[in-house]
């Protein structure tokens, strides 16, 4: 199964450089959609087939280990749990884009930067060492720059070009980690890094680097305070790639890179911990009060990735600092568990909400909440899945947030952070009243009277809602049956820290 691993990063590649080609068959744009479903739902089909198969290293061209140029592609749990997340939100994004993306000109130029970015994803998932990882990286952000931009309006320019300017600042810091972590190991292999990390750890170089990396990635993932271009790029940009932005991109190329440093590559430190517990925190709290106030419906939703995201930051840190410390490795496993499944579930209630949110834009020509009321009579099938996803963020049994949000603060409470438990059961009310005034504005009252005439979307943005909505009720209730196949081989690798390299170094592809 080892060998399907460069297919991830190829097959996306060559339906983005292929799409723009198809502009000059008779209908470029039904054949772009067949094209892009099937892409997507063989990576889909691909990343399910690696859950059944073990970690294992391919080396590009066939390099030996011992050859610094060699390029290793690395898939172990934690690498497979973010392939499955990228290609099941890729999936429903390509599927509801059928519908939506028909009111943009160029569907083969937007499928084309779609693919680009999926590439650029799987390919920092996927990255054995620091330089292809910061390629990938750029690869991904430079097609999200075009997509927030997409609409090629006002506010979609200007939110692509803060967001450019944020990421070129946090690409830089996160090239000054790498070059210091190449000065003082002279490899940028990860695992050779790991293997050489415990005898670095007095060096305070290190602390500067896991700072640039801290930093870096921290914008990548919008913690408080570096989140201030994500409520304005995932806003403008079309509904499908809010998904994605939102669903799985802070994910890949923020919070899982940052997984990967830590734990894997330079070794959890009680410094770093404390610092991810503080980012955790902070994003939680601020994030879920900017949402409180909002009446765009999509800027709540990206004020609440912020909140979200803060939950897996802060359950990832303290795990961390328990580990540093010699604390019960039981502690330390059941709060990376809980990060490990809230990013899980975020992806799917926040990918589901944000597709929703695109397709009542599509019914009514605005996603304001004080223009809208009425919609569980006008549209029962969205209402009915932005329900689910409003309940799942809340919190509220059974769906898929309750039981990760649960997890995390029995985990926060036993590993003595009483005070961040209360604080995760705080933001978790307040979350579940942002969105109640969702559903009081949005779907519940009077229909104004130039909405009368709104009608369900078509079948395929309903079809990617449902499948997701689906996830969202099956997350939670079916957890003992796919926790030993994707939750807990990740959160196995977290745990093992810098074993990383002892395996990683080894596997001939």
Sequence with gaps: MVNLLPLFVVIPLAVAFGLPLLEKLHSPERTSEVVAVAATGALCAGALLLLNSGAGTYWVGGWAPTVAIGISLVADGLAKLLLCLVSLVSLAAAVFAVSYMERYTSRPLFYALFFLMVAGMNGVVLAGDLFNLYVFMEVAAIA??????????????????????????????????????????????????????????????????????????????????????????????????????????????????????????????????????????????????????????????????????????????????????????????????????????????????????????????????????????????????????????AGVPPFNGFWSKLIIVIAVVQAGHWALGALCVLVSFLTLLTYVKVQRYALQGPAPAALARAREAPWPMALALVVLAIACVGGGLLLPLYQGALVQPARDVVLDGLRYAQWALGGQG
């Design 144 to 393: 999200s720059y075009a997509l927030v931009a997409f609409g090629c309006g006002r506010d979609e320019l200007e939110a692509s070009l803060k967001y450019l300017v944020v990421s070129a600042l946090a690409s830089t810091l996160i090239l000054f980690g790498i070059g210091i972590v190449y000065s003082l190991t002279g490899t940028l292999n990860m695992a050779q890094v790991g293997a050489r990390a415990p005898a670095l750890h007095a060096n305070p170089a290190v602390t500067l680097a896991a700072a640039f990396f801290l930093m870096g990635f921290g914008l990548k993932t919008a913690m408080v305070p570096f989140h201030a271009w994500l409520p304005d790029a995932h806003p403008s940009a079309p509904a499908p790639i809010s998904a994605l932005l939102s669903g799985v991109y802070i994910k890949a190329c923020g919070a899982y890179v940052l997984l990967r440093l830590v734990f894997s590559v330079l070794g959890a430190s009680p410094l770093v911990a404390h610092a991810l517990i503080v980012l955790g925190a902070a994003s939680m709290l601020v994030g879920v009060l900017l949402a409180v106030g909002q009446w765009d419906l999509k800027r709540l939703l990206a004020y609440s990735s912020i909140s979200q995201m803060g939950y897996v930051v802060l359950a990832v840190g303290v795990g961390a600092e328990v580990l540093a410390r010699g604390g019960p490795k039981a502690v330390a496993s059941l709060a990376v568990f809980g990060g490990l499944f809230h990013l899980v579930n975020h992806a799917t209630f926040k990918s589901l909400l944000f597709l929703c949110s695109g397709s009542i834009e599509y019914a009514t020509g605005t996603r304001q909440l004080r223009e809208l009321g009425g919609l569980s009579r006008t549209l029962p099938l969205t209402s009915g899945c932005c329900r689910i996803g409003a309940l799942s963020i």
